[in-house]
């Protein structure tokens, strides 16, 4: 009986229970309505787009048109967003390998000699794809990537709400990428992700922040190199900013930060990657957005991986090209270290261009490197294999891959720590090489530059392999919390961001987010009246005692001459 009547009560109180939430009311939002945004990209690959491309594929399900605008060579990263459209700007434009991959090593101003260059070439025809583009599509607000400077300019001059896309937190200096104002950089500089000891700058990427900078290096750094950047490309300079005006750009001698002052800038970063600092209200960090489905292995590669239990993945992403030397550098250490039983097998992802015909070991063992791109089954092959293309997420997830050769690009980086891999980064140009000198530092990768001599090469493949005294592994887990707490729902946020930006702008303009400041004056804003009175209040008594006291002592003085003077007469 006793139980009986628990039973009922219990009973009785999950219907309650259940009543009241069914009572209970819940808020709804009712700000949404359709909407139309554009998102554009032509250059940089996966990492400059497919991160953009799953916000817009959020947006799609809560309802808006979403539409990535693009070239030829880059509708193929759409293929994993059914719900996002593509429009091409030019069906004919295809992109040259010139413009897509970069032979260099560190050599900042070559590569934006280079990227200059392209920018004069195609910024006419690009400027005026996008104003067609967008008097057909009718957007209500467009997504730049950041380096697309017709985009920006397009969508500025149509009065276009836009926001710009970065990979990291470069929103000063070269980012100025083409039309650099040396006063406005080096003296005022930008709000938003600078702080006087970062290097948010690209042509000044060798490290994150000047904390390990000389003087010299931190002087030439940010004033030297501007000038040196606008004596080589001045003539490029001067012909799209003439280009410009012909065109009838808004405000066409402006440059990338004084066009993007007003709008919101979506980083696909987060703090560990980016170094902490004070950020500015119109930068939000969402990264990192990871493709959250990836392909399969090929039965070939899942073959390989299966019957090598250490194996080193190597792959350089789509723009760096590894030379002859580097090639050689790197499959010599990696044969080394099968030779000395570090590792059984090593798996190379990308183009076979550049590679040495064979390479010799310290052993004296020489090795055939057309064997790798056979299906010949050679004593090489049976312990390397190289390919044209993997499925990168689906090799780094295989537990067989102990350590990843990277060049350290931000994508890879990414999903190598999401998976748990150890790295060895060598780091070709931009970007690249501030994350290799700041994931060593941090003990999460080994840096290895093209300077290094076979027996370094060899060493820093096997410390990572080996991690001794687990302190790599240490830190790569720490990391694969940050990427996978932080990847979790940044698409979530990055479509908030949109929408925020879609409902709440005046005439394209983010008023909320602006600083007070802007409407104050440089004295006010930094309360340098309020200092200069509060320093008259402390000198001015100190200089009316100082003055007093002055006139007692010359007056003492007097009396005691006058004394002196008396007893003399």
């Known amino acids: ?190 709000l938003d992700s600078s702080a006087p000891y970062i290097n948010a700058d690209m042509l000044v990427q060798q490290e994150d922040t000047t904390l390990h900078q000389s003087f010299g290096t931190r002087f030439y750094n940010k004033f030297i190199v501007k000038f040196a950047f606008r004596k080589q490309n001045m003539a490029e300079i001067r012909r799209v900013r003439h280009l410009k005006a012909e065109l009838g750009v808004k405000d066409s001698d402006a440059d990338i930060p004084r066009r993007t002052r007003d709008s919101l800038k979506i980083m696909n970063s987060f703090y560990g990657i980016e170094p902490a600092r004070p950020m500015g209200p119109l930068v939000e960090l969402v990264g990192p957005i990871l493709t959250r489905t990836y392909d399969s292995l090929t039965e070939q590669l899942q073959q390989f991986l299966d019957t090598h239990p250490r194996v080193a993945y190597i792959a350089f992403g789509q723009h760096a090209v590894p030379t002859y030397a580097d090639s050689t550098l790197l499959l010599t250490a990696l044969f080394e270290n099968i030779e000395q039983g570090t590792l059984d097998g090593f798996l190379w992802a990308g183009p076979s261009d550049g590679f040495p015909s064979s390479v010799t070991t310290l052993s004296g063992k020489t090795y055939l490197i057309a064997d790798l791109f056979t299906s010949n089954q050679t004593v090489t092959s049976k312990n390397a294999l190289a390919v044209q293309w993997a499925p990168q997420q689906a090799v780094l997830h295989h537990p067989s891959v102990i350590v990843f050769v990277s060049h350290g690009g931000l994508g890879s980086l990414f999903e190598a720590l999401f998976a748990r891999k150890r790295l060895v980064i060598f780091p070709f140009f931009g970007d690249q090489l501030r994350n290799a000198r700041k994931l060593d530092r941090d003990g999460v990768a080994v840096r290895l530059t093209r300077q290094a001599s076979q027996a370094e090469a060899t060493q820093a493949i096997r410390k990572v392999v080996l991690d001794e005294d687990g302190s790599i592994q240490a830190n790569v887990e720490r990391y694969k919390a940050m990427v996978q707490i932080h990847s979790k729902h940044g698409s979530l946020r990055g479509a908030d961001l949109v929408e925020e930006v879609l409902f709440t702008n005046i005439n394209g303009k983010l008023p909320h987010r602006y600083e007070v400041a802007r409407q104050m004056s440089f004295i006010k804003a930094h309360n340098l009246d309020l200092y200069f009175v509060l320093g008259l209040l402390i000198f001015m008594p100190a200089l009316l005692i100082w003055r007093i006291s002055q006139r007692m002592l010359a007056k003492i003085k007097r009396r005691r001459l006058e004394k002196k003077l008396s007893k003399i007469e």
């Open 1 to 190: 009986m006793k139980w009986t009547i628990r039973f009922i009560s219990l009973l009785i109180s999950l219907a309650l229970c259940l009543l009241s939430r069914a009572w209970a009311e819940q808020l709804q939002e009712d700000f949404r309505s359709p909407k139309t945004i554009v998102f554009s990209a032509t250059m940089g690959g996966a990492s400059h787009v497919k991160w953009v491309l799953s916000i817009l594929n959020e947006l799609a399900e809560r309802g808006h048109h979403t539409i990535f605008l693009t070239k030829n060579d880059h509708k193929k990263f759409a293929k994993d967003y059914p719900k996002v459209n593509v429009e091409l700007m030019d069906p004919q434009a295809i992109q040259t390998e010139e413009d897509t991959r970069f032979p260099m090593h560190e050599d900042i101003l070559l590569l934006f000699k280079v990227l200059m260059k392209k920018t004069a070439r195609v910024y006419g025809k690009d400027y005026l794809a996008y104003r067609e583009s967008f008097e057909k599509l009718h957007p209500d607000v467009v997504i730049c990537d950041y380096g697309h400077v017709a985009c920006m300019d397009a969508a500025d001059t149509a009065n276009l709400p836009f926001i710009a896309t970065f990979i990291l937190a470069f929103t000063e200096g070269a980012i100025i990428l083409f039309f650099l104002d040396f006063c406005t950089d080096a003296f005022l500089g930008n």
